[in-house]
T-cell receptor, first 114, second 113 residues
Framework: DSGVTQTPKHLITATGQRVTLRCSPR?????VYWYQQSLDQGLQFLIQ???????AKGNILERFSAQQFPDLHSELNLSSLELGDSALYFC?????????????FGPGTRLTVL | AQSVTQLGSHVSVSEGALVLLRCNYS??????LFWYVQYPNQGLQLLLK??????LVKGINGFEAEFKKSETSFHLTKPSAHMSDAAEYFC???????????FGKGTRLHILP
């Protein structure tokens, strides 16, 4: 158990809909990262927040947005969903910033768009 | 830009045999390098990391990796494979000044009885 929790575990929805994925980092970790894992694209970094502020951005679509709240939990919002958005979405957390920090991954949310 | 190439999307070894998973990286600055493992239906777990100290890095579960700058490689090895090592392994690279980690496509390790 990494200490990172993600809800829900599974999500099935229809094209055009909007969903929210939630992540609670390990106790004391200030950084939260979001990743998308799909068969064709592999594991793609989406976005990172540190202590409530956006820190780094990766291959995140404009239809996707995220935020980190004062209690440090984070939410990833996916809107106008398309079939291609079906994937595993992972959240990870680390103590601070910097590439040397170990990231601890949650169990993931499997999103299926029908 | 940084990148990671993992040679072989699937590798099969017999139980008790040497495990060798290959990773080559591209980076304009001395990188940090990582190996993560993903067991079925689980998130990723750090096996080991290189952060410019010793070039031979020992990790959990008997795995180790050697940083070879001249070959831009960071191959993962384990002397004797166990059935429990069956999983997907990801090599990753990051810039010391950057928080982003770039992952390779992954190598699925199969252990044959």
């Amino acid at each position: 158990d990494s200490g990172v929790t993600q809800t829900p575990k599974h999500l099935i929805t229809a094209t055009g809909q909007r969903v929210t994925l939630r992540c609670s980092p390990r106790s004391g970790d200030l950084s939260v990262y979001w990743y998308q894992q799909s068969l064709d694209q592999g594991l793609q970094f989406l976005i990172q927040y540190y202590n409530g502020e956006e820190r780094a951005k990766g291959n995140i679509l404009e239809r996707f947005s995220a935020q980190q709240f004062p209690d440090l939990h984070s939410e990833l919002n996916l809107s106008s969903l398309e079939l291609g958005d079906s994937a595993l979405y992972f959240c990870a957390s680390s103590a601070g910033t910097g590439g040397h920090n170990e990231q601890f991954f949650g169990p993931g949310t499997r999103l299926t768009v029908l | 830009a940084q990148s990671v190439t993992q040679l072989g999307s699937h590798v099969s070894v017999s139980e008790g045999a040497l495990v060798l998973l290959r990773c080559n990286y591209s980076s304009s600055v001395p990188p940090y390098l990582f190996w993560y493992v993903q067991y079925p239906n689980q998130g990723l777990q750090l096996l080991l990391k290189y952060t410019s100290a010793a070039t031979l890095v020992k990790g959990i579960n008997g795995f180790e990796a050697e940083f070879k700058k001249s070959e831009t490689s960071f191959h993962l090895t384990k002397p004797s494979a166990h059935m429990s090592d069956a999983a997907e392994y990801f090599c990753a690279v990051s810039d010391p000044k950057d928080d982003k980690i770039i992952f390779g496509k992954g190598t699925r390790l199969h252990i044959l009885p």
